[in-house]
């Protein structure tokens, strides 16, 4: 994972005209970033339903939900049915603690997220699997490990994962080889034979940008990122459709540009208004449109 410092230039798709960011740094503004593809950990603009301590059994919808086990061993079951492949697309399951079993619809065209941001959500140790089942997972479906470091497919180690498929039980295992200290190791299985098509596209990938003031240009492939902006006044470029994007503190400015693009706000003081004492600090979101499915995630505030 490589920090972004502020001041940086970042370009996805280098054929994309990078002007405007570059007058905006011109003008003192802190960071821009050009990718095909930007990933958020967000969930509040989707219909949400979270489970509890026990264990349940949560069935979504046809729009787009997040849906979150909690503890227990649970069964996650996304829904499809609506024929329009784009109002059913892009489900976010976590599935918590527990020796879950998460059923995802077909996304069609945009695939679902697994996101998982603890090893012991699903993992192995000496004395066995304790991993979540995966059924139904696509060619566009993500991955999202980037909470515990974990990015690619590899030998297993140092970030890279190993992708293995067991035949007798028609299963692959996805795992880190690199245990904790209570000997416990990431895994999770998917129902099926996908050791051959998964790839970096099935792995949210993460840039943070950083307060340091040296601007640097760092080129990005257009793969699916998870973006954090700083404390500083962002710019976030986002050209490509179905980002979820998160500015952070201060003034940002963020460029959706495609559609189905979500915003995260996590803080009151990531965008707000103080009538008592005159002091503002407003995020400006350029080319919203709620006709194309944009959304503003503002869960964590109540």
Do not use: C, W
């Amino acid at each position: 994972m490589m920090p972004i410092a502020t001041g940086s230039v970042v370009y996805g798709d280098r054929s994309t005209n990078p002007s405007i960011a570059r007058e905006k740094m011109a003008q003192g503004t802190k960071a821009a970033l050009q990718s095909e593809a930007v990933v958020m950990t967000a969930h509040g603009t989707y219909d949400s339903y979270v489970g509890t301590a026990d264990d349940d059994t949560i069935t979504g919808t046809t729009k787009r939900d997040f849906i979150s086990g909690g503890d227990g061993d649970d069964i996650l079951i996304g829904q499809e049915g609506d024929p329009d492949p784009f109002s059913n697309a892009q489900d976010r399951y976590n599935g918590g603690a527990g020796v879950d079993t998460i059923t995802s619809h077909s996304a069609y065209v945009y695939g679902n997220t697994f996101v998982y941001t603890s090893v012991t959500d699903s993992y192995f140790d000496k004395q066995g699997s304790h991993s979540d089942l995966i059924k139904n997972f696509q060619s566009t479906d993500v991955l999202d490990l980037t909470a515990l470091g974990l990015e690619r497919v590899g030998n297993g180690h140092n970030g890279d994962l190993a992708v293995t498929y067991n035949a007798d039980e028609d299963i692959t295992y996805v795992r880190s080889l690199d245990k904790n200290a209570q000997g416990q190791a990431f895994e999770v299985r998917l129902e099926g034979d996908h050791a051959a098509e998964l790839g970096t596209q099935n792995f949210a990938l993460r840039y943070d940008l950083t307060a340091e003031s040296n601007g640097r240009e760092h080129g990005l492939s257009n793969k699916q990122y998870v973006i954090t902006g700083t404390d500083g006044d962002d710019i976030l470029v986002v050209p490509r459709s179905g980002n979820i994007v998160t500015g952070g503190g201060r003034a940002d400015e963020m460029y959706g540009g495609g559609s189905r693009n979500t915003f995260v706000f996590e803080h009151l003081t990531d965008s707000f208004v103080n009538d008592g004492t005159g002091q503002s600090s407003v995020d400006l979101i350029h080319s919203f449109s709620l006709g194309d499915g944009d959304l503003l995630d503002v869960s964590t505030l109540g």
